[in-house]
DNA sequence: AATCTTATTGCAACTGAGTTGCGTTTAGTG
DNA sequence: CACTAAACGCAACTCAGTTGCAATAAGATT
């Protein structure tokens, strides 16, 4: 959410009003070392014999994504949803929006963004998906 | 894929070489006729009694997104992954690469895209997200 | 330092979307 | 009508993520 907050795991747990307890510290300091975004299965891992409970880093995750300072990438639904493809240009579907209280998703068919281009040498992009999130008309009043 | 095939189900089918069944008729009437991306779940409600085993929903999206005439929209995998949010910017995360081959997840931190605007009244956007997906350089060569 | 409150943790059992194996049915060709 | 491979149904499975509850331990208070 901030660009410039701390990135000390004891702030970040002291600012959001979370105890600092070896394991959350361990699990930030886990997600700090990352270049990239870690399953749960990943962090526990990375954490080695003192890891806690898969349990116990679920409701840590949780936390800190209620704390706002950890996201969950690309994704809250467990749930697949499949359509159409016609209506999608080449390489990008249209954006959806998922209602984050109803969960209906919606289909942006008139808001396409450009597609994204100079990435690094060597990747070969085969699709681009927006998904935007929020409340929509029947869940925003 | 294609933005002008036809939409006639019978036609879908025959250009991908599918059988004309009228389980996976049944399928594709229904999301013709949905205004968006829809669960197995939801297909089988629609398809009423006459519906299929959920196996074979399944089965049959699965062709269908092989022959390219479907998407799943959103996401592929069912972990989630977590990332920390500094590096984020307001309500937009940098956008991920998820490599189809070795199920990789990178960061595109320099690649932001604008925020889309002018939903229709009474959307708030709380994110948004974008994702990539195709072949890594390791995978590419 | 001892006590208290409540957040954090672990364990076991559960949930449910999606998958696998395998035998049966059926579309569509010959 | 016969044949072959695609499509189908059923039962059992997988496994990421969840729930309930009792045990533990931050950290504030006395």
Redesign the pocket.
């Known amino acids: 959410m901030t660009t410039k907050s701390s990135l000390q795991p004891e702030e970040l747990l002291q600012n959001a009003d979370?105890?600092?307890?070896?394991?959350?510290l361990d699990i930030l300091r886990v997600l700090l070392a990352a270049d990239r975004p870690l399953?749960?299965?990943e962090i526990a891992r990375r954490m080695g014999r003192n890891g806690?409970?898969?349990?116990?880093i679920?409701?840590?995750l949780?936390?800190f994504n209620r704390a706002g300072f950890l996201h969950i990438a690309q994704v809250q639904e467990?749930?697949?949803y499949y359509e159409l493809a016609h209506r999608c240009r080449q390489m990008r579907c249209h954006p959806h929006f998922a209602c984050v209280r109803c969960g209906r998703l919606y289909c942006l068919h008139d808001h396409y963004l450009p597609l994204i281009k100079d990435l690094d040498q060597g990747f070969v992009i085969h699709r681009q998906q927006i998904r935007l999130e929020g409340l929509c008309p029947d869940c925003s009043g």
Chains 1, 2 share one sequence.
């Open positions: 979370l105890r600092c307890t070896r394991g959350r399953s749960q299965d806690l409970n898969k349990v116990t679920y409701r840590a949780e936390a467990r749930i697949r």
